[in-house]
Structures are given as structure tokens and as C-alpha cells.
């Protein structure tokens, strides 16, 4: 049934206060015994106050009711995983709190915070952190873009299907109720993703029509989500499951016209050959049968499997230098379906080993590098990830201490990331890089024991390169579906000239340090798409790569992108070295295309 909602004009109590006070005027102020007409109206006024008292103990009593249904409801949501942090690693329970802080807590508040001195203090003070309708909706968003990227069915993510970690162990969610689902019906109904919104409408009517807790004659919600689905399934194509729903609708709603005007144009459409029906099937086949044509992956229950964390692609580039230069040149953005296209397969899919790749894996490196005093008593584990871009992985460069110390000072700091717009080179927000960021430096008053400093120079020993000119530590947050597409750490020559910007005394971006402070659950992935390269995250390890070739020029087959986040949290750090000050450590090569064949870093020659 739909939920009962109780409004108070004038409390209660404070009634009963009046008609009290009331009683003992008359008492005082006149000889009530003295008249029978006196005590029959005394009589009548207590008559009033019962039935007002029996009123507030019967609304008191639903009103607690409701809340004690309320406060079992999220018992019993969060008894799916372990209490804690544990709770919050699946997307759909970071949704379920969300959502439940716009559509319950703050309604919740006007019903206890005047009878509770405790509750009351605790929304003062928590208030400002409650998220909103916008928090609600790019989760939504985040939810739709890890079900793009990993080609997950709506069924799983309402279901709480169990998602595999790194460890091989289980994350698990809490269910999605009806009311929910609609939400995500409405979302994909509202930008028009068709395909979509049938996919989480069907999920919706199934689990409708098998439930208990709604009679479809009388519900609203029965209702708005069986006409959203219908509506949805009828522009996707499938016209057979639209006339099915629509006419168990008319079942229940025989007079609503709208209902009528779309079974008449349906058969319409069936009477003009556009669409042919099939009799045998029946008006259930929408729940025992898969929709047709939805576009979605046909296993039931997807795994979303991890592997090693070197993802090689095609024995070349996937695009060659040609055509990643006209791609940086691309005005109209031609290629950026391409791109994208190139993005999610990367994230979701591990590309073959051709026998070239093969041999140039077979003949990757590993070795501990030690030619600093710091070094020489700590050496660095160094492994060549790939040739070409050449990356290397630093393992353990940091510890947990230092990793969690670096998050701590972070956290108060978060805001979120920006990126330079292509055409007027003004930072803005974007959706295409969802996170939060921090800059740290060296001289943060709650940095006592000097972390920052200390992980900035062995950054320095690692990467043999200046911090003269080198940015702050940025540090990056991302949560549900948290994502940063296909980019360059660098500026472009267009981008440049297109910006009208002027190099900056401490030159281009030479190199990038990618630390991973904290790695998720699930997804997250960094991958190279214009070669194929996959790196999974790697607590306490660094990924490097040079951004610009030795003659200083953009290295275009550098483009990289941070995959989704599908469970739990990633935290990494970039450090960017700039040009200058770093002739003596990397001296300029009028060869445009040679990269670092004979660099001693990238060939092992610290190997020990």
C-alpha cells in the first residue's frame, strides 16, 4: 500500500495542555459541584480529551511502528555483508545509502528530532554531510556505466549477485526493492536509453508480479512501472513483450485512455504488416522468457574474473601514428566513438597474445635498482610492464603506513577533479573523469613525521628525474563507478594552439608517476588504449611512463584512461615531472620516434 504520511498543525500534546488548563480554570474560578450542568459539561470535556489521547496514542503508536519497521528495514539491509566499511564495497549498497539518506532519513527527522534531545543533536551536526537529489542521481549514472563497461545485466546488480574480488573472495549486495528500480527505469525512460530501461523495468515487473506486497489493482507503483516498461520495450523494438504488459495493464485499468490509445496504435502497427505477433506465446512469457533484442549479455549470472595484471593488445599500436595524429587534430570529435569503443573492451576484456608480443613479453625484465645511498640500503624492485610505451612498475615503493598516512591527510581536502576544457583550456567538471582530488606538499602542518617529503624522494631515486619542477602529490578518490576516460597526462601541440596557451617555465609533463595507494575490490584498472596495455592496481606500486619523446615532443601512444570502479574504493596518487632540469637525467634526441632503447633504466643494467 502506499506509505501513510502524518502531519501536525499543533501538536498534540500541547492540545491537551489547553484543554487541561482549561478544566482547572473552570475548577478554581467556579463551584463545578454546586451545579449539575457544570459537571455535565466537565464530563463532556473529558469525554473530548480520551478521544484526543486515544488519537495521539493510536497515531504515536503507527508512528513508531513505522520507524521501528524503518530502523529493521536497514538491520536487515546491512546483515547481507559484514557490518562496516565491508558493507558499502558493492555499488548497489552505496546506492541503497544514498538513497535512503534523500528518501528516508531527512523525512525520518521531522518524526523523532522533536522528541529526542540525542536524535535531534545528531542531524544538527551529520546534516551537512546528507547527500541529495544530485548525489542520487550520478549514482544512477554510475551504476549504468558499470553496466555498460562490464556488460553486467540489471537482474544481477538487483539481485545482489556476488561480484568476484582480487583475493577470489565474494562481495555480495543487498537486493533492490521495487521503488528503487524505478528510479533506474525513469533515469534510462528520461534519456531515452531504451534498451535500458527495459532491461531494469523487466527486472522490476518480474519481481512485482512475483511479490507479495503489492496488489497491481490498487498500486501506483504496479502501475508506473508497468507503464514505463511497456512504453520502453515498444521503442526497443520488442513489440510482442509491449502488447503483453500493455494488456494485463487494461486488465486492471480497462477505462484509463492512454492505456486504450496505445493498444489501438499497437495493433495498428500489427494490421499494417510493420510487426507480426506470435498467439502461442502467453501474456507471462515477459517473466519466464529472456526480452529479445535488449542488447544484454545472455550468461545468467556474469563473472567478472581478474588475471594477470599485463594486458597486451595487437603486436603494433592499436592505431597507428597517422591516425593518432589526425585523431588529436579532431575538431568534430569523429573518433571518439572509436576511442570509447577501444575503453570499454579494454576494461572488460583481456586482448590475445599475438607471437610477437610474445616474444618481446618473454623478454621483459625485472631487477632491483640501487644507485642512490637511500636505494643502495632499500633497493627498488623494478619491473618492465611493457616496451612500447616503455613503463616500468616500481613495487612497494611505499609501505601501508605511509599509503594510509597519505589518504589521511588527503581526505580533508578532497574536492572534485577537474580537467582543462579542450576548447578554452578552463578547468570544469566533467563525466567523463569522476573522482576526488587533494594536493599535498611538503610543508602540511598535520604531516608531522614529514610523509610527504620522505615517498617525494623516493619518487626522485625511482625515477632518476628532478622534483625541481616537478606538481604537487595529487591524490584521487574513486568511489562507485569512479572513472577518468581516454586522455593525455600531457599538452598537445593542438591543444596548445587550439587553447592559445604558451608553455610554461617549467615546460611540458616529461613523465607520470601513477602510485596506487589503495586498490578496489573490483574494476579499476589503468589501460593504455592506443596499444593495448592493461595494469591492474597494485598496492604500494608505481607505475612510470615518459608522456614526451626525447626530441620533446608529445608521445601520442600514451593516451591512457582509469577504468570503473565496480566495487569497493580506489585511491592513487599522481606525480608529474615537468620538463626542465631534467636535461642532465634525460638529454634531448633529435630522433622523433626513438624512445628509451638504450636507457639503462629501462634495460636492467642496476639488475644485481
Known sequence: MPRRTYTFSIPLFRMLLLWLLTFLYLTVSGEVFSSYENVRNINKIEDHLVQLLSDYISEDRERLDTLERFHQYVIKSK?????????????????????????DWKNLEAWTSSRNEAIASAFNTYRQYFPDQNDVDGAITAIHRLQDI???????????????????????????????????????????????????GQQAFQQLQTGKEYDPPTSSLWFDISDHFAYCLYKAGDLQHAVEVTAEMLVHYPKHKRLIGNMKHF????????????????KRSVISE???NLGEVQDEDVEITFIPKLYPGAD????????????????DNKNWGLRIQKYKKLCKEEPSLTPKIKRQVERLTCYYKQDTPRSYLKPIKVEV???????????DLITDEEADALISIAQPRLDRATVHNKKTGMLENA?????????????????????????????????????????????NNYGMGGQYEPHYDMATLHDMKVQKRKQSAEGNRIATLLVYLREPEAGGATIFTDSGVRLLSRKNAAAFWYNLLPNGDPDLITRHAGCPVLAGTKWVMNKWFHANDQVFTRPCDLEELRREKDS???????TI
Open 267 to 282: 495493433n495498428d502497427l500489427v494490421k499494417k504488416g510493420e510487426v507480426k505477433l506470435d498467439p502461442s506465446k502467453s
Open 431 to 475: 563525466h567523463y573523469r569522476v573522482s576526488k582530488t587533494a594536493w599535498l606538499d611538503n610543508d602540511l602542518p598535520e604531516d608531522k613525521e614529514g610523509i610527504v617529503r620522505r615517498v617525494n624522494r623516493r619518487m626522485e631515486d625511482a625515477t632518476e628525474l628532478s622534483h625541481d619542477y616537478a606538481e604537487l602529490q595529487q591524490i
Open 385 to 395: 610492464a611493457w616496451p612500447s610505451p616503455r613503463i616500468l612498475l616500481f613495487h
Open 150 to 200: 562490464y556488460k553486467i545485466r540489471a537482474s544481477h546488480f538487483s539481485r545482489g549477485d556476488p561480484i568476484s574480488s582480487v583475493e577470489g573472495s565474494e562481495v555480495r549486495g543487498q537486493p533492490f526493492n521495487e521503488k528503487a528500480l524505478l528510479l533506474f527505469i525513469k533515469d534510462a525512460y528520461k534519456k531515452e536509453e531504451w534498451l535500458r530501461c527495459a532491461g531494469w
Open 290 to 292: 529472456p526480452l529479445i
Open 316 to 331: 603494433k599500436v592499436v592505431l597507428t601514428e597517422k591516425q593518432i595524429y589526425e585523431d588529436v587534430q579532431d575538431k
Open 79 to 103: 546483515n547481507y555483508t559484514d557490518p562496516g566499511e565491508s558493507y558499502i564495497k558493492y555499488p548497489t549498497n552505496q546506492f541503497n545509502v544514498i538513497h535512503r539518506f534523500v528518501a
Open 600 to 606: 639503462k633504466l629501462y634495460n636492467g643494467q642496476y
